[in-house]
């Protein structure tokens, strides 16, 4: 026999926000992969303390265009998220199908315009000190843009294929929530790269 203080047949079976332990999972990702974004910035900042010249024999990303652009479309893509986020935490189908589908769509166009970001440098990664860590630093952000659009890419085959419960619409209201933290890392990290070694 259940003691009624152990009965938890009457509590739901989704949360949002700080209620929901997959929340809390992505907060413990993101804080671990802030501290990994921490090192690629602490050792950029390291090579311009221990470089005579920086970046070396004045290379630079030799356009502003691309990063800035992006920088732009991050910024932007701010609106469709939180119409997202908020969609999913009335429940909302319909509407969550629209803004994630306008979601998809502003990390395809940060994931082309990377494309053309990462053909317009004019250094590799194997070039020196600085081309390897501009490469790290863009790769890996890339890397968590990619794995942020495909995931959104699989929400929004499953809005529209499939009826939605609960449990989707806290997954995502979380995905919303990890796409704030590929913004945040974007706008520091486009700093760095863009501006930093225009204004030594």
Known sequence: MISRNMD????????FSHHSLTWWGVLGFIVVESTFFGVLVATYLYGIGRAAEWPPAGVAPPTL???????GIMVLSCWPNL???RAAERM???ACRRWLLVAVG??????????????ALDIRWD????????WAILGFHTLHIVADFTECVVLAFIAWTKPLSPHHFADFSDDAVYWYF??????PLYGLIYLVPRAL
Not at 8 to 15: K, M, R
Not at 108 to 114: M, P, V, Y
Not at 182 to 187: D, E
């Open 127 to 134: 070039d020196h000190f600085y081309g390897s860590i501009v």
């Open 65 to 71: 265009l691309w990063g800035t652009l992006n920088a």
């Open 92 to 94: 909302d189908g319909p």
């Open 106 to 119: 502003f990390g395809a166009a940060f994931l082309a315009i990377r494309a053309l970001e990462i053909t």
């Open 182 to 187: 590929v913004i945040a890392m974007w706008l």
């Open 83 to 85: 119409r997202y986020k």
């Open 8 to 15: 938890v047949s009457g509590l739901p079976d989704h949360a």
